[in-house]
């Protein structure tokens, strides 16, 4: 295994609200090599996105409160640093792409602008930008990149959106690409195509990818390890392939039920059994 490049270590979560205290991540411990791909699956609610978000703390603190835990970026305490090795950090160093690309995308700018200042602020080797720009448009599938990155974002298709939000990402040639659900809200078709761009962007740049899907599905090819959260608890991780074929935890089978087997009709998440599944 190569070098981690992040190492979690009993990450605990609130979120203090008025009345109440969530308590969104319990105590995960997980490490990315460089160059791994990671799965976090789990359904709505389990914690996958504040987990994600804490590695660069990007939590809104308050309400957010980070009780205990560590985490290293390269050896480095996320913890500790200062504002500016964190501006380094968030979108140099760990990129993410969302499952709404319409939220990340600024309306009032167009594509090159918003690719433009991500590259101008994580990029200082690079002296054409536009250059640049379309080299990563060209990268991700889109036809034309000369032209389209005057496009603003209502121009573009879902889809065509989400390139963008790749090519972005990418441009700032990050150590980790942080995939939250970037396809829950695409079209079949065109959900099997972005992973499949992901798939190969990851091959030819070889950085870090973790996914983050409530959709075990589309883990198998794509991932090569899976942690698997519920209630906030890491329930169970391991290689893909060995989760898929024995998986140890109750919700873990839950899950992998609730895969699209063809030919037959999809079991939605909304039908495990919670009462039946046991969290030591
Ligand atoms: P998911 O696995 O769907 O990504 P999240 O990580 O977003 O789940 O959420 C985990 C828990 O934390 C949920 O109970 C959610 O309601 C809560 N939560 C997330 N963000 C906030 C916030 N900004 N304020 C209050 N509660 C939050
Ligand atoms: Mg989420």
Not at 182 to 198: H, N, R, S
Not at 222 to 230: E, G, I, N
Request: hydrophobic share 45%; charged share 25%; proline share 5%.
């Amino acid at each position: 295994m190569n070098r981690p490049i992040l190492q979690v270590r009993n990450l605990c979560i609130d979120f203090v609200l008025e009345d109440r205290t969530i308590e969104a991540v319990k105590g995960a411990s997980f490490e990315l090599a460089a160059g791994e791909t990671l799965a976090i699956v789990g359904e709505s609610g389990s914690g996958k996105s504040v987990t994600a978000l804490a590695l660069t703390r990007l939590l809104p603190v308050p309400p957010a409160e980070i009780k205990e835990g560590e985490i290293l970026f390269d050896g480095e305490s996320v913890m500790t640093m200062d504002a500016a090795r964190l501006r380094k950090l968030r979108g140099g160093k760990i990129a993410y792409i969302f499952q709404e690309p319409s939220t990340s995308l600024n309306p009032v700018y167009p594509v090159r602008s918003q690719i433009g200042e991500a590259i101008r602020l994580h990029r200082r080797d690079v002296t054409d930008v536009d250059a640049e720009i379309v080299r990563w448009l060209e990268a991700v599938g889109i036809v034309d990149p000369a032209a389209r990155m005057h496009d603003y974002p209502h121009q573009l298709s879902g889809g065509m959106q989400q390139r963008v939000m790749i090519a972005m990402a990418l441009a700032c040639q990050p150590d980790v690409l942080v995939a939250d659900e970037p396809t829950t809200a695409l079209d079949v078709t065109i959900q099997a195509q972005i992973m499949e761009l992901l798939g190969s962007l990851k091959e030819r740049f070889g950085m870090a990818v973790i996914l983050i899907t409530h959709n075990f599905g589309i883990v198998s090819g794509f991932a090569s390890r899976v942690l698997v959260m519920y209630r906030g608890r890491i329930v169970e991780q391991g290689p893909t392939e060995e989760i898929l074929r024995h998986p140890q935890h109750a919700y873990t089978r839950a899950l992998i039920e609730c895969i699209p087997q063809l030919g037959s009709k999809e079991k939605r998440l909304e039908t495990i059994d919670h009462a039946a599944i046991e969290v030591a």
